[in-house]
């Protein structure tokens, strides 16, 4: 099963590999926070098993991007949504 994460449509960056930049885009430059939003939705246990906490990583998105929350952008003034981000293999 491929991990996945949350991201903005606006972002250039993947947060798999290249964290730094997307998480400086993500939160210092549009202010979006997208980790901490992610966070809050995910229900996560230290019982976990690591397959069973990407599942829930990957339902958390999955409802992010289902309750079609749009954000504007603070360098275009464009509609932004939130997109799946799959790790590349």
């Given at each position: 099963?491929?991990?996945?994460?949350?991201?903005t449509s606006d972002n250039p960056y993947n947060p798999f590999t290249q964290y730094n930049l997307w998480s400086s885009y993500d939160e210092a430059i549009c202010g979006y926070?997208?980790?901490?939003?992610?966070?809050?939705?995910?229900?996560?246990?230290?019982?976990?098993?690591?397959?069973?906490?990407?599942?829930?990583?990957?339902?958390?998105?999955?409802?992010?991007?289902?309750?079609?929350?749009?954000?504007?952008?603070?360098?275009?003034?464009?509609?932004?949504?939130?997109?799946?981000?799959?790790?590349?293999?």
């Open positions: 099963m491929a991990r996945t994460m949350l991201s926070y997208t980790s901490s939003f992610l966070a809050r939705l995910t229900a996560l246990s230290p019982e976990f098993s690591e397959a069973e906490m990407d599942i829930a990583i990957e339902n958390a998105v999955d409802d992010a991007i289902n309750t079609n929350i749009h954000m504007i952008s603070p360098l275009t003034g464009k509609e932004v949504s939130y997109v799946k981000v799959v790790e590349p293999k």
